[in-house]
């Protein structure tokens, strides 16, 4: 497609006859970079309307020092890291099932509790796809939380029983990363 086939909208692209929704899911998934990122962005967006926000991590370790965290806890989210770290890192593979399970377990309560209008799963369809935490008990988790808690899921290859239960799925595709090139993260752009 050229430019030239490209075109502003004339119409209104809005459905007829829209409702506001108490609460949303929101699923960031696919091969590509960004899901964590975007899912942070919401955060923001989330906390400048004065929303409570809680953020429980699957992978990342608490021990990183990473960005969104030192901001997020700053600006008073409660956060959970509570991964082991990568699993190519792991020097014991059930210490790291174990940690994850007990993740699962606290992202259980805060979703329950319905304290916050907003928690956000960091990188917890891992845990799905792996076995390492049932989707069932994810998807039940999900479906009795309190209906005014949102929810963001991250994480690559989401199971498609959480797909089926989310108001919204971006899937973000790999076309280039720096990577590719052999360049590592970047603090302050990948972390």
Known sequence: MSNDDLQPLTDDPRPS??????????VNTGNGKGKSSAAFG?????????????????VKSGDWKVGEEKMGRKLG???????????????NLQHDID???????????EL???EHDLVILDEL??????????TADVVAAILNRPSRVNVIITGRDCP???IDIADTVTEMV?????YDNGILAKRGIDY
């Open 112 to 114: 329950a509790a319905g």
């Open 42 to 58: 919401v955060m923001i967006r989330a906390l400048a309307r004065d929303w409570k926000v809680a953020v429980v991590q699957f």
């Open 174 to 178: 790999h076309v280039k990363h720096a």
């Open 99 to 109: 940690l994850a399970r007990a993740a699962w377990a606290e992202a259980e309560k």
């Open 125 to 134: 369809t891992y845990l799905c796809t792996w076995g390492w935490v049932p």
């Open 77 to 91: 989210v409660t956060w959970h890291a509570l991964g082991g770290g990568f699993t190519w890192d792991s020097d």
């Open 160 to 162: 498609q029983e959480i």
């Open 17 to 26: 006859g829209g409702r506001q929704a108490e609460s949303l899911v929101l």
